[in-house]
């Protein structure tokens, strides 16, 4: 019984190409979130929507572009991936004001 | 100097010892502080909240140092399954009445037998 789902755990992909990745949570959260954990491990937030509003944009290139169709989706659409975009991406979600978030299992994105 | 800051270890400890990790913040109006472990290759869950008090569960005790701004995770009696990335949350900022958290780098456990 999947609480936050990611989806695909593995993308390999070529610089220049644009990839996508989905995220649904079935907790009834009213907020998601991107994160990105790069190889030194360092997890740094990307995005965060409270119902369906973007509450949260770190300086990340605009190449990245977060689409919440509802407040249980949050996907990610990357443009011209580039060899530093590799790393793993979470998803998360949590309930506004809690503290509490919940993260998907993570997808490993391998740009070449 | 960075918002959060931890050691990142590795920390090697024997089995039944007992370890502290601290971890430092820069913002003082901070307000809310957790602990997250993450196992190698999977995704990070929370561990335990910190209160200003201080909390306890188990062999797991957190402390806050609003003064020094630090909280501090000690682990009694490690375990072998203790083996993992333990990760400092602070909530530096809370704009809007919305979460933001930042994330320290982690420390690195490994429990020995």
């Known amino acids: 019984d999947t609480a936050v789902s990611q989806t695909p755990k593995y993308l390999v992909t070529q610089m220049g190409n644009d990839k996508s990745i989905k995220c649904e949570q079935n907790?009834?959260?009213?907020?998601m979130y991107w994160y990105k954990q790069d190889s030194k491990k360092f997890l740094k937030i990307m995005f965060s929507?409270?119902?369906?509003?973007?509450?949260i944009n770190e300086t990340v290139p605009n190449r990245f572009s977060p689409k919440s169709p509802d407040k249980a989706h949050l996907n990610l659409h990357i443009n011209s991936l580039e060899l530093g975009d590799s790393a793993v991406y979470f998803c998360?979600?949590?309930?506004?004001?809690?503290?509490?978030?919940?993260f998907g299992p993570g997808t490993r994105l391998t740009v070449t | 100097r960075k918002e959060v800051e931890q050691d990142p270890g590795p920390f090697n400890v024997p089995e039944g010892a007992t370890v502290a990790f601290n971890c430092t913040y820069s913002?003082?109006?901070?307000?809310?502080f957790f602990w997250y472990r993450q196992d190698c290759r999977k995704e990070p869950k929370l561990l335990m909240s910190?209160?200003?008090s201080g909390n306890e569960d188990g062999r797991f005790t957190a402390q806050l140092n609003r003064a020094s701004q630090y909280i501090s995770l000690l682990i009694r009696d490690s375990k072998l399954s203790d083996s993992a990335t333990y990760l400092c949350?602070?909530?530096?900022?809370?704009?809007?009445?919305?979460?933001?958290?930042?994330f320290g780098i982690g420390t690195k456990l490994q429990v020995i037998p």
């Open positions: 913002n003082s109006a901070s307000q809310s």
């Open positions: 949350v602070v909530n530096p900022r809370y704009s809007g009445g919305y979460q933001k958290v930042t």
């Open positions: 907790l009834g959260h009213d907020t």
């Open positions: 910190v209160y200003s």
């Open positions: 998360a979600s949590s309930q506004q004001g809690a503290h509490e978030q919940y």
């Open positions: 929507y409270n119902n369906k509003e973007l509450i």
